[in-house]
């Protein structure tokens, strides 16, 4: 199965523009369709453990069908719950991160708007925040603390919007004071997209006030994409969460190679 999807990729990649668009668009619509019916139908009726699994065998087979190589790193083991920050680069990154491991999501309240993907987002566990309004944030906290202390993963993009990629933007402390309340262990992690020829590419960045359907276009009309997704190690709360904050920014900048926001030269 996976030598099959790696050879369609291939022919996909060759063909013109127009072409790899309207076969990864036709495509994705049934694929939208089989995770409407797993979160509305199927979700409901098994145990978390399994639809886990379903949501990272969905996330990853989406982005073949869009034309992602997905490169993901192991995720360290750890036995209870924790946050997982990382840079934010496209809407693609909630799929990369949800294949390599499951987690809650914390997401701009915008998203839960997004025709489909929003619905699909509601019904996977995200954690919508009207960023700006500070009795939200308490709300989003209160709901994160109750996650962590189950034993769950949850996933903040402590940027708090997208980048271009290139480089890191300040990561704000207001998201990581569960972390700091419970000592629970704080992962940073990096993501990248290049080309097939491993160069820098600004094809999956949704920036600049472009639509979704915009940068879906943009994605789908590459030969294709390698989205690189890296761990680094646990980082135990020590002070305050600012002080959080700027270790896990600068061990986010290291794995990618950058300079942390707040050091730029």
């Not at 369609?8 to 990864?24: D, E, T």
């Amino acid at each position: 199965m996976q030598w099959a999807a790696y050879n369609i990729g291939v022919i996909v990649a060759h063909l013109p523009v127009f072409l790899r668009r309207f076969i990864r668009i036709g495509l994705l619509l049934p694929h939208l369709l089989w995770g409407l019916m797993l979160a509305g139908w199927i979700f409901p009726f098994i145990k978390p453990a399994r639809r886990d699994r379903f949501i990272s065998t969905w996330s990853r087979r989406l982005l073949g069908i869009l034309g992602v190589q997905v490169h993901v790193a192991a995720p360290p083991t750890l036995s209870g719950g924790a946050l997982l920050v990382c840079n934010h680069v496209s809407w693609l990154d909630i799929y990369l991160i949800n294949a390599a491991q499951r987690v809650h999501f914390v997401s701009k309240a915008e998203v839960r708007a997004w025709p489909v993907a929003g619905w699909l987002a509601h019904k996977t566990g995200t954690l919508f925040i009207e960023r700006g309004r500070r009795a939200d944030t308490a709300r989003v906290n209160a709901d994160m603390r109750a996650l962590l202390k189950n034993g769950a993963t949850v996933m903040v993009f402590p940027e708090g919007t997208t980048s271009d990629g290139r480089g890191l933007q300040r990561f704000l402390p207001s998201l990581l004071q569960p972390a700091i309340e419970l000592n629970c262990p704080t992962v940073p992690a990096a993501l990248r997209y290049r080309t097939l020829d491993h160069e820098y590419t600004v094809a999956p960045a949704y920036i600049d006030q472009i639509s979704l359907w915009q940068s879906l276009l943009h994605i789908v009309s590459e030969p294709g994409l390698i989205a690189e997704l890296q761990f680094g190690e646990p980082i135990l709360p020590n002070g305050h969460r600012r002080d959080l904050a700027a270790q896990a920014e600068a061990a986010t900048a290291k794995l990618l190679g950058v300079y942390p926001a707040d050091t730029s030269p």
